[in-house]
């Protein structure tokens, strides 16, 4: 049971370039969430969604796009990298919300993170 | 979105009881309280969550004040591995599915 994995782990990119960051969940989780962290910062909510189909913009959307086409995967997408977006990026999932009486079913669980440098 | 505040930073000797604090004095009646914990270059990890009761597991214990405006995580003996930024975070189950950090509390631990 792998959990939350994130591709790649590292990224070089210079200003303009494109490039997508992959999510994977194995454990049938309906909610996906990117954030980004920045040195010395806590995490900021990127974008996020609640199933197969469907985003929602998080508390900084811009600069990024986000597709869910498989109910495993949470792809984030950089069209123009800026050096602004220099950062380490956390993948996290969760089962549900509704019901929270389930014991851990409103749980989050993160991947190890992707450190992107853009130059 | 209800928002929670905590002190930037916290120092406890190994071995003694921590006690960090939370307050959320904007929490609603349908707002779980979490708390997560990032290791030095990990994603964060889920510590433990409660809703009106205090709780307890194998990692910490949850005290919720009686008005649910402030909550407090406790660390029973701190060990040099409990050296981390902890972030105590709300979440609705109304139909709003962001979960938002701020910016945690950084705890050391001296040995």
């Known amino acids: 049971n792998a959990g939350v994995t994130q591709t790649p782990k590292f990224r070089v990119l210079k200003t303009g370039q494109s490039m997508t960051l992959l999510c994977a969940q194995d454990?049938?989780?309906?909610?996906m969430y990117w954030y980004r962290q920045d040195p010395g910062m806590g995490l900021r909510l990127i974008h996020y969604?609640?199933?197969?189909?469907?985003?929602a913009k998080g508390e900084v959307p811009d600069g990024y796009n986000v597709s869910r086409l498989k109910k495993q995967n949470f792809l984030l997408g950089l069209e123009s990298a800026a050096p602004s977006q220099t950062s380490v990026y956390f993948c996290?999932?969760?089962?549900?919300?509704?019901?929270?009486?389930?014991?851990?079913?409103?749980?989050?669980?993160f991947g190890a993170g992707s450190r992107l440098t853009v130059l | 979105d209800a928002k929670t505040t905590q002190p930037n930073s916290m120092e406890s000797n190994e071995e003694e009881p921590v006690h960090l604090p939370c307050n959320h004095s904007?929490?609603?009646?349908?707002?779980?309280i979490h708390w997560y914990r990032q290791l030095p270059s990990q994603g964060p990890e889920y510590v433990i969550h409660?809703?009106?009761s205090n709780v307890n597991n194998r990692m910490a214990s949850l005290a919720i004040a009686e008005d649910r405006k402030s909550s407090t995580l406790i660390l029973h003996r701190a060990t040099l591995r409990d050296a981390a930024v902890y972030y105590c975070?709300?979440?609705?189950?109304?139909?709003?599915?962001?979960?938002?950090f701020g910016t945690g509390t950084r705890l050391k631990v001296l040995a």
């Open positions: 996290a999932s969760s089962l549900w919300q509704g019901l929270a009486e389930i014991s851990g079913a409103n749980v989050l669980t």
């Open positions: 454990m049938n989780h309906e909610y």
């Open positions: 969604s609640v199933g197969e189909g469907t985003t």
């Open positions: 904007t929490i609603s009646g349908t707002d779980y």
């Open positions: 409660g809703l009106t």
């Open positions: 975070i709300l979440t609705s189950t109304s139909g709003t599915y962001k979960y938002i």
